[in-house]
């Protein structure tokens, strides 16, 4: 593992992110189907769609709970909301995986995890994306992050690309470690799951780090306290999502992410303050930091 280099500007340009021309269409810049939210997380599936679409990705497509799909599909009338039935713990029902796998081999790139709940059908779900044949890139969040293990050995098979976004508590679990190990070296801890899963992995954090699975690290100390709040992974996942839905490669999109994340951030903590911003408002200013605006 080489040495992590900072995420800033110079950096960037050595990863360029897919230029828009200015005749493009919306299919050119790709589909993304956010699989998110659940009864008592709907926001979740909100803050991860919207950030898709400020980072430009150019369509949007949610699954998530019937129970939120009304309401979620006035709340983001940009996308296209399919919705799912659950199980009594809140989880998808194990009979609507089928639908959801056949919307995503039309996708571009596939983001799921945020605000769903952990069980055996989302497990399967899991299973039947890695195994379905279509090479998009896999951006996995939260709940879904406990359904890995079990699927190493497909994981590293998979092409198209596979991003993890663990906190330090998911990341402890993901590797079968105590939290206090990981926030002791989380360096250490990216470059072991990146290793593992042959996944671009990030573990948040101030800095937060990623490493590629062929050892290169990154590191990334900007963005500020006021990043800590509920919502702000969910509008992470949401960027980079949109970032490969756009045909950026796992780990440009999860480099270009981190930072726009982070400026987005530290852009609030000028104008609002150090505490107190919302993860609502952070997507609005990503369309301002994208180098092609």
């Known amino acids: 593992m080489s040495n ?64 939120i799909a009304a309401p979620l599909a006035v709340a983001v009338p940009e996308a296209r909301v399919i919705g799912h039935e659950e199980t009594d713990e809140g989880c998808i029902a194990e009979a609507d995986i089928a639908p959801l796998v056949r919307w995503a081999k039309a996708a571009q790139a596939i983001a799921i995890g945020c605000g769903m709940q952990a069980g055996p059908p989302l497990r399967e779900l899991l299973a039947r994306l890695i195994g379905c044949g279509a090479h998009f890139p896999l951006i996995l969040d939260a709940a879904v992050l406990d359904c890995v293990e079990p699927l190493e050995a497909e994981l590293r098979g998979r092409g198209g690309g596979t991003i993890l976004l663990p906190h330090g508590g998911e990341m402890a679990r993901l590797l079968g470690m105590e939290r206090a190990e990981v926030e002791a070296d989380p360096l250490a801890a990216a470059a072991a799951a990146a290793r593992r899963f042959a996944a671009v992995t990030l573990v948040k954090g101030a800095p937060s780090f990623v490493v590629a699975p062929d050892g290169r690290a990154f590191t990334y100390a900007g963005g500020g306290v006021g990043l800590a709040t509920s919502g702000s992974g969910d509008v992470l996942s949401g960027i ?16 270009w992410g981190v930072w726009l994340h982070g400026e987005a951030g530290r852009l609030l903590t000028e104008r609002v303050g150090r505490l107190g911003f919302l993860a609502r408002e952070l997507p609005d200013l990503v369309p301002g930091l994208l180098p092609d605006r």
Do not use: Y
């Open 4 to 67: 992590p280099e900072p995420i800033d500007a110079d950096l960037l340009r050595r990863f360029p992110l897919p230029h828009v021309a200015e005749d493009s269409g919306k299919e050119e810049r790709g589909r993304l189907l956010v699989i998110a939210g659940s009864r008592e997380l709907a926001g979740a599936a909100l803050l991860a769609g919207v950030a898709a679409l400020r980072a430009g990705a150019g369509k949007l497509q949610i699954g998530t709970a019937r129970s």
């Open 240 to 255: 980079v999502g949109g970032l490969c839905a756009r045909g950026a490669d796992a780990l440009t999109a999860t480099l």
